[in-house]
């Protein structure tokens, strides 16, 4: 018994160990890493199937509840019409549906944030897998596949239903079997990718929280006083791009005080900022490259690239 007491706490922290190792392996199953054509390194967080099972069926309650409020208006619109008045509804409400149905997505994909409003309630987004500009060709790509993924299989499912058995409802029934595998296609990969990702070179990420470098940033000043004094605008922010962001890494990391002190006044100049009392260069120039390269990561994101302080990006 004495002996089983003195190990216990060994085989507990092995436990532990295993249980946290575990926990690692299932986030990196979900991890990848994007090198941009600059040559700047991103993590990017994939999502799960879960997540987007999730966005998804958020993003149709809400083409639902537009479908009834397009029909409901539509028919209280056709009261006063006259004669033909339901056929003119009927055909505006088909119009209407139609339009909803193709280009929700698209509409808001295309945005700047590239994604739907089911998307952002479960915090994803939409990003080229090559680290590129995400293009509109991309996002309509990706989206009109969706009629072979989502509604092909709606179509088999109804005439299977329809049918009520017989050479027809084995037929849609084979029909539903086979279109239904790209409905599932994300839960048989280790990207997660739709037909619509494979297709448009897209992928579905965890909408990005940049982590910047602990051995440049971990003795910044984390805390609100801190953020107050150093509120960067983004026309300051946008001053400088990824050439300069390498700089300033280098200089934080390897150059002499001097150094130091001659880029923070060359820096503050530039970006036109006044030396607030008490302000060291070391906590500028940490604060700054803090808020450079979010900047710039959050773009690169965006598919917008700003190589050098001569660049006018896109």
Do not use: C
Request: no cysteine.
């Amino acid at each position: 018994m004495n002996q089983i007491a003195k190990h216990a706490p060994s085989i507990e922290k092995g436990k532990l160990r295993r249980a946290r190792l575990a926990q690692a392996r299932q986030r990196s199953k979900f991890n990848r890493k994007l090198v941009t054509p600059e040559g700047a390194e991103l993590t990017l967080k994939l999502a799960s199937a879960g997540q987007r099972a999730g966005a998804f069926i958020a993003d149709w309650i809400i083409i639902v509840i537009l479908f009834v409020a397009i029909l409901f208006g539509v028919s209280e619109t056709s009261k006063g019409i006259g004669q033909n008045g339901e056929q003119i509804a009927g055909a505006l409400a088909m119009l209407l549906i139609f339009i909803l149905r193709n280009f929700y997505f698209i509409f808001f994909e295309i945005g700047r944030r590239a994604a739907t409003p089911g998307k952002r309630l479960v915090g994803l987004r939409v990003a080229s897998r090559n680290g590129g500009q995400l293009t509109a060709n991309a996002i309509l790509a990706r989206n009109f596949v969706r009629e072979v993924e989502v509604f092909v299989p709606l179509g088999f499912l109804l005439q299977a239903m329809i049918s009520g058995g017989g050479v027809n409802g084995w037929i849609s029934l084979s029909g539903l079997i086979w279109s239904g595998l790209f409905l599932f296609l994300p839960a048989m990969n280790k990207d997660k990718l739709r037909l619509g990702d494979i297709v448009a070179g897209t992928w579905v990420i965890t909408a990005p929280k940049i982590k910047l470098l602990r051995d440049i940033t971990k003795s910044r000043d984390q805390s609100g006083d801190a953020a107050a004094r150093f509120a960067f605008t983004a026309k300051q922010l946008d001053t400088y791009g990824i050439h300069e962001l390498h700089v300033l890494e280098n200089v934080l990391r390897k150059s002499s005080p001097d150094v130091k002190a001659s880029v923070a006044d060359r820096i503050r100049v530039k970006i036109s900022w006044t030396r607030q009392p008490g302000e060291s260069d070391i906590e500028f120039l940490r604060e700054y490259y803090a808020g450079l390269r979010r900047n710039l990561e959050q773009k690169l994101l965006l598919g917008q690239r700003k190589a050098d302080k001569f660049d006018k990006g896109k």
